[in-house]
């Protein structure tokens, strides 16, 4: 186990109480050397799906969000143009 922003001041016994178990017996903590650090982690997008019915249903799920926000959109456009020139 690693435990973040400690001192060697933070070492000493330790103990653990756990709901409906009763306590831990004491344990000593001590401090050593930082840690290896991790490399960052990726933010890249997961790559696409490669089963064809998978691909299928993926763009049918963002054109079943993306029509209907298009059409409202149009719809909303033609409507103020309409009003303002009437």
């Known amino acids: ?9 933070d070492e000493g016994l330790y103990k653990c109480y756990i709901s409906g178990d009763g306590e831990s017996p004491s344990s000593w903590i001590s401090v050593s050397g930082r840690p290896p650090v991790a490399p960052p982690t990726s933010s890249k997008a997961p790559p696409p799906a490669s089963n064809p019915l998978q691909l299928v249903f993926t763009v049918m799920r963002r054109l079943l969000v993306f029509c209907p926000y298009l059409i409202s959109t149009l719809l909303f456009v033609s409507l103020c143009q309409h009003r303002s020139q009437g």
């Open 1 to 9: 186990m690693t435990l973040h922003h400690v001192t060697s001041s």
